[in-house]
């Protein structure tokens, strides 16, 4: 049994979603970014994002434990929804097993990788190290298959 719900925590996507002036979303990625309902989700969400006006997007990996073909569908849809409405996506913190995937798809070539959230902020022009924590949550985290408002 409790093999049976680790298993069930590692497969789970947890997303968080914030704001970082100069109008920057940040949205972060824990877990594993697999094919299911979750990846569904965040895609409406993002896409919902860049109709209300997102135009400069980072997609924080930094906790993210793997992905499949359907996590790396998402981002290049996500790249070419963004630059499509005319702004920009960066990545970050994507761990080696991830960048990997990224060098294999080659989607590395079409979206710029950072080291980190602060770094890939500050690509856009936010200002000062700190810029990364200058933070307002959105209106929404979702966690353990549930959404919860903030």
């Not at 109008?23 to 895609?43: C, D, K, Q, S």
Request: hydrophobic fraction near 45%; charged fraction near 25%; glycine fraction near 8%.
């Amino acid at each position: 049994m409790h093999a049976k719900s680790v298993m069930l925590a590692l497969t789970l996507l947890e997303v968080n979603t914030r704001r970082v002036e100069p109008g920057i979303i940040v949205i972060e990625l824990n877990g594993r970014m697999t094919l299911g309902y979750r990846l569904a989700e965040l895609e409406y969400s993002i896409k919902d994002m860049i109709q209300q006006g997102c135009r400069k997007l980072v997609i924080d990996l930094t906790k993210l434990d793997s992905m499949d073909s359907s996590g790396v569908g998402l981002l290049a849809m996500c790249a070419a929804a963004i630059k499509k409405a005319g702004g920009e996506m960066r990545v970050a913190g994507a761990n080696a097993r991830v960048s990997r995937v990224f060098e294999i798809t080659r989607l590395d070539d079409a979206v710029a990788i950072l080291a980190d959230a602060g770094s890939a902020c500050r690509s856009f022009g936010a200002t000062g190290s700190d810029a990364i924590m200058r933070t307002v949550p959105l209106a929404r985290t979702w966690r353990n298959r549930q959404t919860h408002w903030i």
